[in-house]
């Protein structure tokens, strides 16, 4: 089975988007879908990348939970300082913050955390891995935030990828 269908999710979603788009489900256009959802997914597996290793599940738990909640936080605080841009702007600026992490995985989700954590944007990172561009929305101190972004984000994914 995992020869002739790879990625069985995959397919099961090109062959849902190929029946959205077309607006149609005659039996051509299922046939169409099929073959799309095995052929492509067939050809492209040489592209995938290999699946990360994965140690420390619980740890794995408790950096979703803990971004779920810097994820609220931070869109409060955003919200806050917008609110009172007026009297107050925001102190936005870009922060270099040196990484220990160099794990492709490990840094993709430190990527997708920072995209979905509100107020922080990546800019930039170094082509040795050794640094991340941040642009931060508000900040106060930049040593704190560096101690914080590594302590509640890299230390977890350090130990949960390498």
Known sequence: MKRWLPSPWLSLGLLGGWLLLTR???????????????????????????????????????????????????????????????????????????????????LAALAMITAVVPGTVWAELAPDRSALLLHVFDLEDEAAFIAQFKRDYEQPLKEIFE
């Open 24 to 106: 149609s489900f005659s039996p051509g256009q299922w046939l169409l879908g099929l073959l799309v959802a095995v052929l492509l997914p067939l050809l492209l597996a040489p592209l995938r990348p290999r699946p990360g290793p994965l140690r420390h599940k619980a740890r794995l738990l408790r950096l979703i939970l803990r971004v779920g909640v810097d994820v609220v936080r931070s869109a409060l605080q955003v919200a806050a300082s917008v609110l009172r841009a007026r009297g107050t702007p925001p102190r936005g600026q870009f922060v270099l913050v040196p990484l220990e992490l160099r794990d492709a995985h490990a």
